[in-house]
Antibody, heavy 120, light 106 residues
Framework: EVQLVESGGGLVQPGGSLRLSCAASGFTFSIYWMHWVRQAPGKGLVWVSRINSDGSSTSYADSVKGRFTISRDNAKNTLYLQMNSLRAEDTAVYYC?????????????WGQGTTVTVSS | SYELTQPPSVSVSPGQTASITCSGDKLGDKYACWYQQNPGQSPVLVIYEDSKRPSGIPERFSGSNSGNTATLTISGTQAMDEADYYCQAWDSSTGVFGGGTKLTVL
């Protein structure tokens, strides 16, 4: 079964850091581009970041650029999101998602999400 | 920055056709996709590359994209289709989601 399982969420103070993980199984993780998407409470989906299959290319939403870092360990089938200088507005459920194998950018497999709360 | 605009809500009677629009500048020049999200659940891809359905998605879901508007159409809408729907496109190496549309089946 194709599966993505996020972990690492929790309560953190403003200005703090957190690292999210996303464990992939059931597919060849190393050939897929991956994404992080977040959803604030009661709000819509917001794209956060993307990484290519070997980790050599990344992109970020302006709102997190310079604070968040996406990375991956293909040997461990795991995607990461290092989040620094966290703000209250970063409070959200964070989903990892697999990019589909076609030539267009869409997310065909999603994890269940992990909740990040930034509050003092 | 690029923006995608969706109506906040759409209502449809069971068995009728629901249409959800997504507007963006020259959106027809890009590929659009659509996600369904039920309360408390993760999003599910229902349409990609404007009009393609992933395996397991019912045939009643279809999509189109031309000009400035992409449209998700649900034919013969069922109660189980009541959910939030999000369009998404890619612009200048950045992913963009619409604000979402709550589909009510009543």
């Amino acid at each position: 079964e194709v599966q993505l399982v996020e972990s690492g969420g929790g309560l953190v103070q403003p200005g703090g850091s957190l690292r999210l993980s996303c464990a992939a199984s059931g597919f060849t993780f190393s050939i897929y581009w991956m994404h992080w998407v977040r959803q604030a409470p009661g709000k819509g989906l917001v794209w956060v970041s993307r990484i290519n299959s070997d980790g050599s290319s990344t992109s970020y939403a302006d709102s997190v650029k310079g604070r968040f870092t996406i990375s991956r360990d293909n040997a461990k089938n795991t995607l990461y999101l290092q989040m620094n200088s966290l703000r209250a507005e970063d409070t959200a459920v964070y989903y990892c998602a697999r990019e589909g194998a076609s030539s267009t950018i869409h997310m065909d497999v999603w994890g269940q999400g992990t909740t990040v709360t930034v509050s003092s | 920055s690029y923006e995608l605009t969706q109506p906040p809500s759409v209502s449809v009677s069971p068995g009728q056709t629901a249409s959800i629009t997504c507007s963006g500048d020259k959106l027809g020049d890009k590929y659009a996709c659509w996600y369904q999200q039920n309360p408390g659940q993760s999003p599910v891809l229902v349409i990609y590359e404007d009009s393609k359905r992933p395996s397991g998605i019912p045939e009643r879901f279809s999509g189109s994209n031309s000009g400035n508007t992409a449209t998700l159409t649900i034919s013969g809408t069922q109660a189980m289709d009541e959910a939030d729907y999000y369009c998404q496109a890619w612009d200048s190496s950045t992913g963009v989601f619409g604000g979402g549309t709550k589909l009510t089946v009543l």
